[in-house]
């Protein structure tokens, strides 16, 4: 796409820092040293009314603000990104960047914000660290949560690097109020999500409106609560997690059925002015 994010040498540059850092185990991934090291940039917190992190680039050393307050897993993807800037846009105006408070997982479709996620992501959780560990047999919040504290992220970003670098067929479903406000889903997903709507009987509507007596455990649902066909489907298994304060992510894992050969549809096209936190997937 011509004048879109240039995903591969996002990837590229922050696995080509964490080699030149020597970073070998999650642990290592210490962001304010690297910074230091390879930018000459420091990192502070102070709050921050209109954006989420900002970079000064100087002649001598830079600065990184971040916003105070949030928890360690965003401030961290806050940090990453800013380097990812000062990795991909040595001519970009800084204070042009990240200036507007559009959510942390809500960036608009500039090029250089979703290159910056990119390089966040790959630095936060490099492939070649996170992908041998997703291969658990049995998919879950509960190993995304084991790899959200080994790699000090957030829920939904290792959720949906779980999706991207797991071994299974399934997509994350963000949902605020029961309404679906984007899917992002694995390159081997070939079923199309239901949009709007929660279905009437999935457990994530279930958990939007009883939050205190609904389950937080995988569960089986029915493939048309959440596809728009079932066709090829042997079983679909929902499972949420609150974020915030009206947040929900949902986890879908969708079971191929054997007896079925691959069919051929086409997915939409993605919607090149609109990006997932990972600035991948493209709906809202
Ligand atoms: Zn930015």
């Known amino acids: 796409m011509i004048g879109g994010p240039d995903q591969n040498r996002a990837l590229r540059e922050a696995l ?3 080699k030149r850092c020597g970073v070998e185990k999650p642990e290592e991934i210490d ?4 910074a230091w090291h390879a930018f000459k940039a420091l990192v502070q917190e102070r709050p921050l009314s209109h954006c989420n992190a900002r970079v000064v680039r100087g002649h001598l050393r830079s600065l990184i603000t971040v916003a105070s307050g949030t928890s360690r897993g965003r401030r961290r993807f806050n940090i990453a990104h800013e380097m990812g800037h000062l990795a991909l846009h040595p001519n970009m105006n800084q204070l042009a960047l990240c200036s507007v408070k559009e959510g942390f997982w809500q960036y608009r479709a500039r090029p250089e914000e979703a290159e910056a996620n990119f390089f966040a ?3 936060l959780m490099p492939e070649p660290l996170f992908s041998p560990r997703c291969q658990a047999e049995k998919p879950g919040f509960d190993l995304i949560e084991n790899l959200a504290g080994e790699f000090a992220t957030s829920l939904t970003a290792t959720a949906l690097r779980y999706v991207e670098h797991g071994p299974w067929d399934c997509c994350a479903v963000w949902s605020q109020n029961g309404n679906i406000h984007w899917i992002s889903t694995s390159e081997s997903f070939r079923w199309k999500v239901r949009e709007g709507r929660l279905g009437p009987s999935t457990y994530a509507l279930d958990f939007t409106e009883n939050p205190g007596e609904a389950t937080l455990l995988q569960k089986e649902v029915a493939a048309p609560q959440w596809l728009e066909s079932d066709r090829g489907v042997a079983r679909v298994r929902e499972q949420s997690r609150p974020i915030g304060a009206e947040g929900l992510l949902t986890l879908l894992w969708v079971e ?3 007896g079925e050969e691959w069919w051929g549809e086409e997915q939409d096209e993605p919607d090149p002015e609109h990006f997932t ?5 493209k709906r809202w």
């Open 16 to 18: 080509a820092l964490l």
């Open 31 to 34: 962001l304010e040293l690297i």
């Open 121 to 123: 992501a790959e630095l």
């Open 256 to 258: 191929a059925d054997p």
């Open 277 to 281: 936190p990972d600035g991948r997937r």
